[in-house]
Structure formats: structure tokens, C-alpha cells
């Protein structure tokens, strides 16, 4: 048995578990089809993005889903393991991962996450809950405005760019005249120069990891308030 047949049995049955279709599944976590098929008949090795996506789409964690793998890997095929026990480095490498997520970037501010695709929106609202986050989601800049009025203190901002009604740059301007000391990690296509913003302007550029994503946000609470843009 290889890895990517052992995670496949792992993600078939929580699927079916759920009474979920792999068009479902697909659409819950903006997971291509064939790439879920793929990943079901252990013809594809999945990403850290893609775990964390068909974790949050499968209510369940990623953590979960990996050591279940090694699991099912290690009651099956114990002797080959022992002989070539690089095939379980992918396991190890996510493990690792994922204790150093757990262990260095637990937290327990408010964090407004906004962007106009709500399967992202809950994706990123679930995995920030999950390591002691309080989230506060909005669909635009509009929505952000007004929530962050309503809702406080929020201790940082994560926003799209590109948004309708209310674009994240505008949105943020906004903000700050209400809270000078707001922190903002912004979610984008285009590079920072793009934006005409300050070199330590906090921006992560998409496609990302959810590690990166982490990473990102604990580095904008940990830092000095956003600067202004040019």
C-alpha cells in the first residue's frame, strides 16, 4: 500500500460518512473534481493546502486526517515501512508541520476576516478558530466597515484587495480613521508594489498555504500598527 492509497481510504471514508459527493466535496472545498477523484483512488499525494481544504470541508482537522493515514499505513504494510521507511517521510514532514503550527502560532485575538468567496471566508474563519482565535467574517469592505464598528476590540484585519462595494485599500483607509492603531494583513493577486504601499506592508499573495496564512497573521499582531499608504 502506498501513501497516497492510504489517504485516499481516509478521505473516501469521511466522505461517505457524511453523505457527502465528490461533487460536493469538490465544491465545499474549492478543490478541483478530478483532483478529488485522484486523491480517492491514490493516484495523487496531496498538498498541506489541499489537507487543510478537505479537512475544513470534511469537519475535521488536518492533524486527524494525517495520522489516520499513517495509521492505516503502518497496520498494512509494516515490513515495507521498516525497509524503506523514506516512502513515510511525506507523513513525518506533515506531522512536523503541523506540531510547529500547533506549538508556535496558538492565539487568542479577534481577527475580522473579510473577502466576497464565503467557502474561503469559512475555511480560513475554521482553521483560526481551530489554534484560539475569535473570528468575525464580512462578505466586503462595506461589511468589514460596519463590523468593525459594531465589534471590538478587533486586534487585526485580514482582507481581500479586490472586493465589490468596498475594495480592501479603501476599506482599511477607512478603519484607520476610526483606529489609528489598526493592524491589517491584506489577501492578493498583485505584488506590493502593485499597491503602492510600505516596504512593511503585510500582504500575502494567493494562491497561499494556510501555514503561510499563520505565519502572516502572527507577524501583523506582533508588529507596529500598518502604515499608510503612498
Excluded at 459594531?150 to 483607509?173: Q, T
Amino acid at each position: 500500500m502506498t501513501i497516497e492509497e492510504a489517504f485516499g481510504i481516509v478521505i473516501r471514508r469521511l466522505r461517505r460518512e457524511r453523505n457527502l459527493s465528490q461533487d460536493k466535496l469538490s465544491m465545499s472545498s474549492c478543490l478541483d473534481r478530478k483532483f478529488i477523484s485522484n486523491i480517492e483512488g491514490g493516484k495523487q499525494q496531496p498538498s498541506l493546502v489541499s489537507i487543510f481544504a478537505l479537512a475544513s470541508a470534511l469537519n475535521t482537522s488536518a492533524s486527524s486526517i494525517i495520522y489516520e493515514t499513517e495509521f492505516i499505513l503502518k497496520i498494512n504494510t509494516p515490513d515495507r515501512l521498516r525497509a524503506e521507511g523514506s516512502r513515510i517521510d511525506w507523513i513525518s514532514s506533515m506531522e512536523i508541520m503541523m506540531n510547529k503550527i500547533n506549538n508556535s502560532y496558538q492565539g487568542s485575538e479577534t481577527i475580522l476576516i473579510v473577502d466576497d468567496e464565503r467557502q474561503l471566508r469559512e475555511m480560513l474563519s475554521d482553521f483560526l478558530v481551530s489554534y484560539g482565535y475569535k473570528v468575525i467574517t464580512a462578505e466586503d469592505g462595506q461589511d468589514a466597515l460596519e463590523k468593525y464598528k459594531e465589534n471590538g476590540p478587533i486586534h487585526l484585519v485580514v482582507l481581500d484587495v479586490v472586493m465589490p462595494r468596498k475594495d480592501g485599500i479603501s476599506c482599511f483607509k477607512e478603519i484607520k480613521k476610526v483606529n489609528p492603531g489598526a493592524k491589517a494583513v491584506f489577501m492578493s493577486g498583485y505584488r506590493p508594489d502593485h499597491l503602492h504601499a510600505k516596504e512593511d506592508f503585510h500582504l500575502i499573495q494567493k494562491p497561499f498555504s494556510p501555514v503561510e496564512m499563520i505565519k502572516a497573521i502572527r507577524s501583523a499582531l506582533e508588529s507596529d500598527p500598518e502604515p499608510m499608504f503612498d
